[in-house]
Nanobody
């Protein structure tokens, strides 16, 4: 079992940057495919970015492509989401997620394969 804790959220002006971190404990992170999702009140949780177990394969939602970068440091048991050129519509609670049964090359863009979730970190982008 793995525990996930997100950090790095906050309030930023449009055009600014934030870097979210997702620290894992309990098991080595290299065993898990990882993803970032976000959710605003009244809407479903939506996919943002995903990365495979060793970090060589990534995928992004169209809304964030070219602005966000997902990465991982398995030695530090941490996954990151670098967010640049932020827009007010990026305002949401951001969650990281881990899938324990993924093949080495797999990434997932749906919520359902992920076994573990963090508690979320709020990102607010002002106009």
């Amino acid at each position: 079992q793995v525990q996930l804790v997100e950090s790095g959220g906050g309030l930023v002006q449009a055009g600014g940057s934030l870097r979210l971190s997702c620290a894992a404990s309990g098991r080595t992170l290299s065993s898990y495919a990882m993803g970032w999702f976000r959710q605003v009140p009244g809407k479903e949780r939506e996919f943002v970015a995903a990365i495979n177990r060793l970090g060589g394969i990534t995928h992004y939602a169209d809304a964030v492509k070219g602005r966000f970068t997902i990465s991982r440091d398995n030695a530090k048991n941490t996954v990151y989401l670098q967010m640049n050129s932020l827009k007010p519509e990026d305002t949401a609670v951001y969650y990281c997620a881990a899938d324990s049964n993924s093949p080495a090359l797999a990434i997932y863009v749906s919520t359902y394969p992920y076994d573990y979730w963090g508690q979320g970190t709020q990102v607010t982008v002002s106009s």
